[in-house]
Nanobody, 118 residues
């Protein structure tokens, strides 16, 4: 079992920055990759960025060059932290950002709200 807890969301003006964190705990050996999804009102959930255990990263076209996903250098078999540095934020980046971990099972956090005002 893996528990994911997001933090770092908030209200920011367009052009600003936020850094999201996802604290993961539990059986980390069952996780092969983690990512951030975004759920905007009236829209389908979309993958924003992901990172594998081999440090391969992937980004949605809409955030390339503005967002950076990373993981804590210090990780154990039972804990790890993932980050999403978001720069040059736009109003269309608004939504609930959810942490996702996949491997033997799928794990989801509850999400953190990001609101970008114009």
């Amino acid at each position: 079992q893996v528990r994911l807890v997001e933090s770092g969301g908030g209200l920011v003006q367009a052009g600003g920055s936020l850094r999201l964190s996802c604290a993961a705990s539990g059986s980390m050996s069952s996780i092969v990759g983690m990512g951030w999804y975004r759920q905007a009102p009236g829209k389908t959930r979309e993958l924003v960025a992901s990172i594998t255990s081999g440090e391969t990263t992937k980004y949605a076209d809409s955030v390339k060059g503005r967002f950076t996903i990373s993981r804590d250098n210090v990780s154990t078999m039972y804990a790890n932290t993932m980050y999403l540095q978001m720069n040059s934020l736009k109003p269309e980046d608004t939504g609930v950002y959810l942490c996702h971990g996949w491997g033997t099972h799928d794990y989801w956090g509850r999400g953190t709200q990001v609101t970008v005002s114009s």
